[in-house]
């Protein structure tokens, strides 16, 4: 049985403000105890440090990572038990299952397991309270999760109870989403909303599509929204037009305050970063449980600070499913300099993160359709959009391609709104788009989704 592990062993006091070489070397601490663990009792890290030739004594710091090849959400998704720590040695509390969060399905159709034992449960619960100072969860506050009820508890629906708890605040469920099975728990769009008006609620958390749909038709039932005085969102990027559009519509709704705490985070990280002001960057805010970094997508190689990337981090302390040089998923640029508008010392993201799937090439041209999503999200008459590529003759095998743009705004706007699409199309992704104009419901359900699918490529794959 290994010795009993103290809070003095895991952190640091205001660890988010602690001289870079201090906060370094726990980091290297904490890594090392998790790679000899991985190395006794992780399947997946246990094979592949011995098919390298690595044993623990070679990753005794967080830059001998680099040793590492990286890990992908394919090899997750293979075999997600594979992640899960095992051994009869490890503490009871790191042995005792808390409870199992889900994320994307696996090759079998399967949603992939994230085993949390009461160990993780409790350092998430830590990471919560001590993150009330940017978050600015109170203990008076009353949240509305609006992440949609899936068939598998997903991530931050599953979540969002242990923040409030952390914090000892109360929390009512909207449960909306897909009707599943024969049971009828969930609720409508406006059951949600009412449910707001209800509870008297001061903060809204969930998908940011979804929220803002929850404005939305909270201005068409001119609904009571006095209480609010924040809104969090997650779960997709949010650029600076749509969090603008959000608060736009809070202030038309007459909420106490337009506070939107735009967080980034994944189900497998276990963790959210956030802003401590509006494009200040995505504070790091569990820097002793997760070690990030940027690293070059092909060799591994690590980048310095401010070079544009993937996205990788490492779990240093976690005693259930576990990842070391986790592909994410995002290109962001990373910067370990103090904050200059807070003085933390924390790891940032400078960048908004782009998903690498939004970075494709349209008739030869590589585009970044991130960039086309924010012009789109700062028009004033789009209620919802979706960027779609497709092939402009499906029946030819080497037809070039063709974007579309599928949106939702008023009738008597559509004429103009087109022109301005297609003008923004040409200026940012240098293609000139077709327009069609449907119901929102059509692009994003919000009882049928858990997000909107910004981005839908339509083209088949050529060798």
Not at 2 to 18: C, F, G, K
Not at 124 to 140: M, N
């Amino acid at each position: 049985m290994m010795p009993e592990t103290t809070l003095s062993d895991i952190t640091l006091p205001d660890v988010l403000r602690q001289p870079q070489d201090k906060l370094r070397a726990l980091q290297d601490r904490l890594l090392r105890q998790t790679v000899e663990l991985c190395y006794r009792g992780h399947p997946f890290y246990q094979k592949l440090m011995k098919r390298e030739g690595l044993e623990p004594r070679h990753i005794q710091t967080c830059d001998d990572l680099v040793r590492l090849p990286l890990s992908t959400k394919k090899d997750f998704l293979a075999d997600p038990d594979a992640f899960r720590l095992q051994g009869d040695d490890l503490p009871i509390e790191a042995q005792t299952l808390w409870k199992i969060i889900y994320t994307t399905g696996t090759t079998s159709g399967r949603p992939a397991p994230i085993y949390v034992p009461s160990a993780d449960h409790y350092a998430y619960l830590f990471a919560s309270a001590r993150r009330r100072e940017l978050v600015d969860i109170r203990d008076t506050d009353t949240l509305v999760n609006l992440f949609p009820l899936t068939p598998f508890p997903m991530g931050a629906y599953a979540r969002a109870p242990d923040e409030i708890a952390a914090v000892g605040a109360a929390i009512a469920f909207a449960h909306t989403g897909r009707p599943e099975g024969p049971f009828p728990v969930h609720r409508s769009l406006d059951d949600a909303v009412r449910m707001i008006e209800r509870h008297h609620a001061t903060i809204l958390w969930g998908v940011s599509g979804f929220v803002r749909r929850v404005l939305l038709r909270a201005q068409e039932l001119n609904a009571d929204f006095s209480a609010v005085r924040m809104v969090m969102v997650t779960g997709e990027a949010s650029s600076g037009a749509m969090l603008d559009d959000m608060r736009r519509r809070m202030r038309e709704l007459g909420c106490a305050d337009t506070r939107i705490v735009n967080r980034y985070g994944s189900t497998e990280q276990g963790g959210s970063m956030v802003e401590c002001t509006p494009g200040s960057g995505f504070h790091s805010l569990a820097p002793d449980q997760i070690f990030h970094e940027v690293v070059d997508g092909e060799t591994g190689r690590r980048l310095n600070d401010g070079e544009t990337g993937m996205l990788a981090f490492t779990h240093v302390y976690r005693r259930g499913t576990v990842f070391l040089r986790y592909l994410v998923g995002d290109i962001v640029a990373l910067t370990n300099a103090t904050c200059p508008h807070c003085g933390r010392t924390c790891p940032r993201i400078t960048s908004q993160p782009v998903r690498a799937g939004d970075v494709l090439k349209i008739k030869g041209t590589l585009v970044n359709l991130q960039v086309l999503k924010d012009q789109l999200e700062r028009l004033p008459a789009v209620e919802e959009y979706q960027i779609v590529i497709r092939p402009m003759d499906e029946a030819d095998p080497f037809s070039m391609d063709e974007l579309l743009v599928r949106v939702s705004a008023r009738d008597d706007l559509h004429a103009a709104t087109a022109q301005e699409i297609i003008a923004q199309a040409t200026k940012t992704a240098h293609v000139r788009p077709l327009v069609e104009f449907v119901d929102k419901n059509d692009i994003f359900d919000p009882l049928s989704g858990a997000k909107p699918r910004r981005v839908l490529d339509q083209r088949p794959p050529r060798g």
